[in-house]
């Protein structure tokens, strides 16, 4: 499975060196601008963990305090795209104080399909703030299993 390169729309990145280039100048720059003007970006880009087993592939995505139907999951042209968006409002009223904080965030992570893979049999869950998508594995890439051929 590969992984389609996606630039972050500015502001923080929490993998810097691997998506903005690599050092210190790169680090100070973006988070220079959150930290001290209070600028935060809106998006964000959950971690990814990928395992390819028999039948299928298990793509899991830490995105914890969301709900199911906060996400999308879509399939074109062997191109498989999960979005989502969080939303988060908490207010606080005392006598001589308010205070509101919200908190909203989108992402988006694209991922293209191996040709092994049966874009017709994708399915996807949500348990305990990890989205699980399982995308099966034709048939035929079943049942020809890797083998080890000895030179002679």
Known sequence: MTLVKFKNAGGFNHMPGITKGFGFPSFFNDNFDRLWTGNEDTSWMP???IKERTGDYNIDLAVPG???KDFKVEVEN???TISGESKEEIN???EKLTRREFHYGTFKRSFTLPETSDAEKISATYNNGVL???VAKKELAKAN???EIVIA
């Open 47 to 49: 971690w990814v963990n």
């Open 66 to 68: 969301m709900d199911k």
């Open 78 to 80: 062997d191109l498989l």
């Open 92 to 94: 606080e009223e005392n």
């Open 132 to 134: 699980t998508i399982l």
């Open 145 to 147: 299993p890797k083998k």
